[in-house]
């Protein structure tokens, strides 16, 4: 049986996989999970068993085709639901992440069906990340921190880190959102902010946020 839990580690090995393009390490999943060591070990011995994850002591953990089926799949709902929140019902884009988290789990098929048609099979949630379809593809493309981007650039905001609600809800109050254009109009040296200008106002933007807002390479 597939369990809530099982899906949330397969979820979070496949999240770490693509930010990192390796094998995933038990020490990564258990910092991104906030639980302990031993609690990773014995959950990575199960996911073996049911042949969801390969493990290389010491190389680290990666999906099998099954898992990373499983991972898709629970990504979709939980991304779907975060835009049905946004659009149907109103939530801030601060606020859906968590509600997904509780709700990606127990959706059935037909209702995450109704959800995409309802939302015109949309390929974005709220905060720039993509979608995977129903039969489990997800588009591939490069993006890069709003902080690796030059002085003078003009750039459009791609996705979001969906982290930190507080930290959304302050981008949201400068005008920062998927597909905004921003004006890098200084950049300080030695890791310092961004002047950035969105629309007719200036900002300085430091780079524990700027390294969370993400543009294409």
């Given amino acids: 049986m597939i369990t809530q839990a099982?899906?949330?580690?397969?979820?979070?090995?496949?999240k770490l996989a693509a930010a990192s393009g390796d094998a995933v390490t038990t020490n990564s999943?258990?910092?991104r999970m906030d639980v302990a060591q031993a609690s990773v070990t014995g959950m990575i011995k199960k996911l073996a068993e049911l042949k969801l994850i390969t493990h290389t002591p010491y190389r680290g953990v990666q999906l099998t085709e099954a898992g990373c089926k499983i991972a898709l799949e629970t990504i979709r709902h939980h991304r779907l639901l975060e835009l049905y929140l946004a659009e149907a019902l109103?939530?801030?884009?601060?606020?859906?992440h968590e509600e997904a988290e509780k709700l990606e789990h127990v959706i059935s098929e037909e209702f995450e069906n109704k959800v995409a048609v309802l939302l015109g099979n949309p390929t974005t949630d709220p905060h720039g990340a993509l979608?995977?379809?129903?039969?489990?593809?997800?588009?591939?493309?490069?993006?890069?921190?709003?902080?690796?981007?030059?002085?003078?650039?003009?750039?459009?905001?791609?996705?979001?880190?969906?982290?930190?609600?507080?930290?959304?809800?302050y981008l949201a109050g400068i005008g920062i959102f998927p597909k905004v254009e921003v004006d890098v109009l200084?950049?300080?040296?030695?890791?310092?902010?961004?002047?950035i200008k969105i629309g007719s106002k200036r900002h300085h933007v430091g780079r524990t946020l700027t390294d969370c807002v993400l543009i294409a390479a």
Avoid: C, H
């Fill in 90 to 96: 109103g939530y801030r884009w601060d606020q859906v």
């Fill in 6 to 14: 099982i899906q949330d580690y397969l979820k979070i090995i496949y």
């Fill in 131 to 169: 979608i995977p379809t129903k039969d489990g593809k997800i588009p591939e493309r490069t993006l890069v921190p709003l902080t690796s981007a030059e002085q003078g650039q003009k750039v459009t905001i791609e996705q979001v880190s969906d982290n930190n609600p507080e930290m959304l809800r």
């Fill in 29 to 31: 999943i258990a910092d």
């Fill in 186 to 195: 200084e950049k300080a040296p030695f890791e310092g902010p961004l002047l």
